[in-house]
DNA sequence: CATTACCTGCAA
DNA sequence: TTGCAGGTAATG
């Protein structure tokens, strides 16, 4: 479900609520074994009660609660994960986890497959184990530039470009932060670069092109408050609207909006990848 | 690299 | 019934 624009929709969305109430209950629905969240969030949420929201930011696809006390509560949504403050009928079935605020606020953490963990812990400790520390640069952060990208897409002595395949490393967190499959598609779209393109083959005017795309696809994302194909809802339930504004993705057999052309899909990089042969040319 | 696993619901 | 889905980690 959310990439970098839904996720910061649902930052935007939790920080004005939360921000300065205390955490009074926290409790984790369903018994035993429940999957994922069980194992990464059963050892911190007894240090919950207490500890008062201070701030709420976002890197790549994180949310993170910075807590009084030096704590930390992590949320990545993965796939199908929601903060609700009003689940729908159809969402309460899925909710895996209750926070209730001192004054009786609640925000529940919804996630229909189960993919969605959250961590709590000291804030340092927090960030290191869900794996944020290792993220590459965000491309929503003050001044990431076309630059930083080009030197991120070179190896690492600088000599030459990093191989491999751009729908890889446009995923690759660790390289760049907060890329999902609908974006990544976009941003090769609107860069007129095929997803299948050699990195160590990108020119110059390529890299440009991609910065510039990279910056677009994300912000228009936000703008439109996130892209809903399926599941994605904001805290209230709210659908985003930016599927409306998609080019390429999940557009396989539509004519191209640039071109005509009908629209490919084929698998890559283990994603189903869509793109326009013709106006988007292959560097290999 | 590609493939599989982790889960569940839904459309084909 | 099968295959697919916005994510990621683990495996070959």
């Not at 970098?4 to 009074?24: S, W």
């Not at 189960?114 to 960030?127: K, L």
């Not at 000599?159 to 941003?187: C, F, V």
């Amino acid at each position: 479900m959310p990439e970098l624009p839904e996720v910061e929709t649902v930052v935007r969305q939790i920080a004005p609520v939360i921000v300065g109430r205390t955490f009074k209950h926290a409790l984790l629905r369903g018994k035993g074994k429940q999957g994922v969240l069980h194992q990464t969030l059963s050892r911190g949420i007894s240090l919950l009660p207490g500890a008062t929201v201070l701030e709420v930011y976002r890197k790549g696809k994180f949310i993170v609660l910075r807590l009084s006390g030096g704590l930390a509560m992590v949320v990545h949504l993965r796939m199908t994960g929601m903060l609700l403050f009003e689940p729908s009928a159809r969402l309460k079935k899925f909710i895996r986890a209750e926070f209730r605020f001192g004054d009786g606020f609640k925000m529940y953490f919804s996630d229909i497959r189960r993919f969605g963990r959250i961590w709590v812990a000291d804030e340092r400790e927090a960030i290191r184990l869900c794996g944020l520390g290792r993220l590459g640069p965000d491309p929503l952060e003050e001044g990431f530039s076309a630059k930083d990208l080009a030197g991120l897409l070179m190896d690492g002595r600088g000599t030459g470009r990093r191989r491999g395949i751009l729908k890889s490393a446009l995923l690759n967190q660790q390289l760049i932060a907060g890329i999902g499959n609908i974006y990544a598609d976009e941003i090769c779209f609107r860069a007129r670069l095929h997803p299948r393109s050699r990195l160590e083959k990108l020119r110059q005017s390529d890299l440009d092109r991609l910065h510039e795309a990279i910056l677009y696809c994300l912000d228009e994302g936000i703008r439109h408050n996130g892209t809903t194909i399926s599941d994605f809802v904001g805290t209230r339930g709210e659908a985003g609207e930016h599927q409306q504004y998609l080019c390429i993705y999940g557009r396989k057999g539509k004519p191209c909006c640039r071109c005509g052309q009908p629209v490919r899909k084929r698998t890559l990089a283990g994603r189903g990848t869509h793109f326009c042969i013709n106006c988007q040319p292959l560097r290999k």
